[in-house]
């Protein structure tokens, strides 16, 4: 009676289909036919929210380095002098030259204060759609190639904060890579220089 066979053949096929899609579902997984969505990337905002809610001993090296990075991107974009000046260390802000080497004897370092002035001034800038894949953490080593200026006057502990230009452009932000140093010590992690405000053209 093959049509018997058949139909029996079927219900077990089927059986054993419901049997895989439940067991997948039971470990968290999708079925082969159902793929992932992917992750949304974070926004600076976001990022930077999740950051500040993790305790500082939870933190690591990169974590607070991202953090200060990500405070004073933010703090740029609402133009929120006070709250720039703050995040500067308090031996001020070393300008840094976007490219080539560094000066024999750079410029002295900005007080927080003049930072302050100069962020204030400018206008505010809807970063809200920067996503956190245009930022990155990076070692003096790391930032050797593109920032050789930026890397040979940064010490071995600090981390470099670098960001990318929007995809597709926007008035008001970077149209070039830059980058800030974040000096650490202990857990306080303060910018110390860069030339993030070269590139946005404010340096003071």
């Not at 149209?175 to 110390?192: D, F, K, N, S, Y």
Request: with cysteine; hydrophobic share 50%; proline share 8%.
């Amino acid at each position: 009676m093959p049509e018997v066979h058949s139909r029996n053949d079927a219900a077990r096929r089927s059986a054993w289909l419901v049997v895989a899609f439940c067991c997948a579902a039971a470990a968290g997984q999708p079925p082969a036919s159902l793929p992932a969505t992917q992750p949304a990337v974070e926004t600076l905002a976001a990022a930077r929210q999740r950051l500040s809610r993790t305790a500082s001993k939870e933190r690591t090296r990169s974590d607070r380095a991202l953090l200060a990075g990500l405070e004073l991107a933010l703090a740029l974009g609402r133009a929120d002098g006070t709250a720039a000046g703050n995040l500067i260390d308090v031996v001020g802000y070393q300008s840094l030259p976007l490219t080539g080497p560094l000066l024999e004897r750079p410029a002295k370092p900005v007080p927080a204060k003049e930072v302050s002035r100069v962020v204030a001034a400018r206008s505010p800038l809807d970063l809200a759609h920067l996503t956190l894949d245009q930022v990155l953490v990076a070692t003096r080593a790391q930032l050797q190639s593109e920032f050789p200026a930026v890397a040979a006057w940064m010490l071995p502990q600090d981390l470099a904060v670098v960001f990318r230009p929007f995809p597709n452009g926007r008035a008001g932000w970077i149209r070039q890579p830059a980058c800030v140093v974040v000096r650490l010590r202990g857990e306080r992690a303060t910018v110390i220089g860069g030339n993030l405000l070269e590139a946005l053209g404010i340096a003071p």
